[in-house]
């Protein structure tokens, strides 16, 4: 695979992606998107009052994320995205878009995919015991605590022929951001 042009870094709510991703931007001198500050108002609101997100509250925020990626990307801005993308179904739209990679015309045309997002996939690992921990001495979020199990009981951990890395949370934010710059290189 070709040196990738964004890093997602993944996990459950609690586990470090925007710390890290932050951090890894600033390190790299790579823009930085954090994915919750694209969730539209309504999933705020049902995140909020405990209600676990659907894969149809989901989709057009992965979709508008995608379109993201795809432009910075294409204009040869390197990304690190913090996003959950808790399935294998969320990553692929991460770097493929909704239906797979859109078709578009060359000059004769002739149907070609459009180039997808190059992704290394970094997922932060962590036990729920310290996650919830973590959780819990988190102020001002708009993730309630109670949505943990739902997370974990979604999350699909990212497999061959993915390209990933795990890395575990018991780590410090500053040690991960190494492993990650040590995986790129």
Not at 113 to 140: D, M, N
Request: proline share 6%; net charge negative.
């Amino acid at each position: 695979m070709a040196a990738p042009g964004a890093v997602l870094v993944m996990g459950v709510s609690g586990s470090g992606k925007s710390t890290v991703g932050a951090l890894l931007a600033s390190e790299l001198g790579w823009k930085f998107y954090d994915a919750d500050d694209y969730h539209p108002e309504e999933n705020r609101q049902k995140m909020g009052k405990g209600i676990p997100l659907s894969d149809q509250d989901r989709i057009p925020w992965l979709c508008n994320l995608h379109d993201i990626l795809q432009r910075d990307v294409a204009s040869g801005q390197h990304v690190v995205l913090a996003c959950s993308a808790l399935k294998k179904v969320y990553r692929d739209i991460l770097i493929q878009g909704k239906d797979g990679a859109p078709l578009k015309r060359d000059e004769s045309g002739k149907e070609e995919k459009t180039a997808e997002v190059k992704l290394l996939v970094v997922h932060l690992t962590g036990s729920f015991e310290v996650i919830s921990g973590r959780l819990l001495k988190r102020k001002g979020h708009f993730m309630p605590p109670e949505l943990l199990q739902s997370q974990f009981n979604t999350l699909e951990p990212p497999s061959a022929p993915e390209n990933f890395i795990q890395i575990s949370v018991d780590k410090n934010p500053s040690e991960i951001v190494v492993i990650i710059m040590e995986t790129l290189k």
